[in-house]
């Protein structure tokens, strides 16, 4: 190992930026996709609780095929030699950005998007500081993906390939590691120090036992303003068995909600990894208390690469405890998919098969009439427009027939776009997403003698920001974020019932925290 009063002189000959772009694998869009069903966001808006989703408690968390290091033996020491060698390329990355003039711009010690990745390829500050943020936050999938690339582009940097011998260390990969400490032991220019740190890397790795399961905790908790907690008419009318009666006013109302999972993880060879994933959330109305519920989820998944695909299949079962309501149990199971087009786009797809039920009893004599299965197909498209800006399109369709001939039975179609900034103070995104919904049959509690037929449209602001960069102390890795909203959703049908407005404002807390 390198004796610390000694400074190694950096080879900028070696480190000239190549002017061509490097490939890099896009962003996984399916990951994304399956987040917006993850931990963070299983706290629903005030007033969305309706039969739409009064089934579904929970959806897949994300998988992927980040490791972390078990406890193996003499594994202080190798976290040790990891440190040491990311601390003395850290030096050398300032010393970069110190002579470059790169150091006060977008690399500095500020958030470093994908985005910004895909766009800059080749700059050598801001991707190895992008490397050394995702391995704090313990994305090591990223950080690795950054690290071979960089290696490819500039394979006589010594520094480079021991940043990345070091995470593959800490994350427990054989294979990899061993092949680097071997490409390593053939340079002649390498020095008796480096030469020294491999082989004691080497022989710890010898006498390491295999690494197995990764677990993650996931917590979120959040609040919700509304105005129209009952989603109900413009007109404050409704109709009722061919009556129509007054609805009432539209009520302001805060909602209270905790999120919390628990996720295992395990690699299954060099490219896919299983996960399952158990999951609680609560919601708490303030003054309405009829949609209070708990929810219980369990899931299963696994994810894997054939080729330029990404594959994760899933099964997801849950129960959703209504304060007020019958129970509601179903089970889901599906796939999803993406690939890459380029470096500026990625598709995504998926199918999932839903079977929802409810609990039938005394208080709820009509529970069955929501039991249904369900098939839903997805589209989705990426786009990197610049380092700045970025845009997402979503296409969805799902055919939902209840089990009791009651006028539940619907066809949905979705479309969403939405436009991402990846600004250097926080994250926003500004979305617009258009549902039509077009039921079979009459619901003769509603209107004997016309299906019902929606076209809702939601709009949406918002904005993530990571509490580290406000307080580092709090959150030195910046795990801990904050998340601002807005949404106004109008919906527009034929029955007066579900013609209707709404405007809600939410703030949530998310963190992901690595138990072992």
Not at 175 to 203: G, Q
Request: no cysteine; net charge negative.
């Amino acid at each position: 190992m390198r004796k610390k009063n000694k400074k190694k002189s950096f080879r900028k000959k070696k480190l000239k930026k190549n002017s061509k772009k490097g490939i890099i694998s896009p962003f996984l869009f399916f990951i994304a996709f399956l987040s917006l069903f993850s931990l963070t966001n299983l706290i629903m808006p005030v007033g969305a609780y309706n039969e739409k989703i009064n089934n579904i408690s929970i959806g897949l968390p994300k998988i992927n095929l980040d490791k972390k290091m078990d406890n193996f033996p003499k594994m202080e020491e190798n976290i040790k030699i990891a440190e040491d060698t990311e601390n003395k390329l850290l030096k050398v990355i300032n010393e970069i950005s110190e002579e470059e003039g790169t150091g006060t711009t977008t690399a500095n010690n500020k958030n470093i998007t994908y985005i910004q990745i895909l766009q800059n390829p080749n700059d050598l500050d801001l991707n190895l500081k992008y490397a050394q943020q995702q391995g704090k936050m313990g994305n090591y999938k990223q950080t690795i993906s950054t690290l071979e690339r960089l290696n490819m582009i500039y394979p006589d940097n010594v520094e480079i390939k021991l940043y990345l011998l070091s995470v593959l260390v800490q994350i427990d990969s054989p294979e990899k590691a061993n092949t680097i400490i071997e490409e390593m032991k053939l340079r002649r220019d390498l020095e008796a120090e480096d030469l020294e740190s491999l082989k004691e890397i080497e022989e710890e790795l010898l006498d390491r036992e295999p690494s197995l399961w990764t677990i993650t905790l996931d917590t979120g908790v959040a609040s919700v303003w509304s105005n129209n907690v009952g989603s109900v008419s413009k007109t404050r009318l409704k109709m009722s068995s061919d009556s129509r009666d007054e609805f009432g006013s539209a009520k302001y109302d805060r909602t209270g909600s905790g999120a919390a999972g628990l996720s295992l993880t395990r690699p299954v060879g060099e490219s896919s990894s299983l996960l399952i994933n158990l999951a609680h959330t609560t919601s708490d109305q303030y003054q309405e208390k009829d949609d209070d519920f708990q929810s219980y989820g369990l899931t299963f998944g696994f994810d894997t690469s054939l080729g330029n695909q990404n594959l994760s299949p899933y099964l997801i079962m849950s129960k959703t405890d209504n304060m007020t309501d019958a129970d509601a149990f179903s089970l889901m199971y599906g796939i999803g998919g993406f690939f890459s087009a380029g470096e500026r786009n990625s598709f995504s797809y998926g199918y999932a098969y839903t079977d929802s039920k409810s609990n039938h009893n005394s208080e709820d004599d009509t529970a069955n009439e929501a039991n249904a299965i369900g098939h839903g197909y997805t589209l989705g498209h990426d786009f990197i427009v610049n380092r700045l800006i970025s845009t997402s399109i979503g296409l969805g369709y799902s055919d939902s027939d209840a089990k009791v001939d009651a006028g539940n039975d619907v066809e949905t179609y979705d479309f969403s776009l939405a436009v991402n900034f990846a600004f250097p103070w926080a994250f926003v995104s500004a979305s617009s997403s258009h549902t039509f919904n077009d039921y079979k049959k009459a619901d003769s509690s509603v209107v004997s003698d016309m299906a019902r037929s929606d076209y809702v449209h939601t709009y949406s602001l918002a904005l993530t920001k990571a509490i580290g960069d406000f307080f580092p102390v709090i959150d030195p890795n910046r795990s801990l974020f904050i998340n601002l909203s807005y949404e106004n959703v109008d919906s527009e049908a034929n029955i007066i019932n579900y013609d209707y407005e709404a405007e809600s404002f939410s703030m949530s807390f998310s963190k992901s925290l690595k138990l072992n």
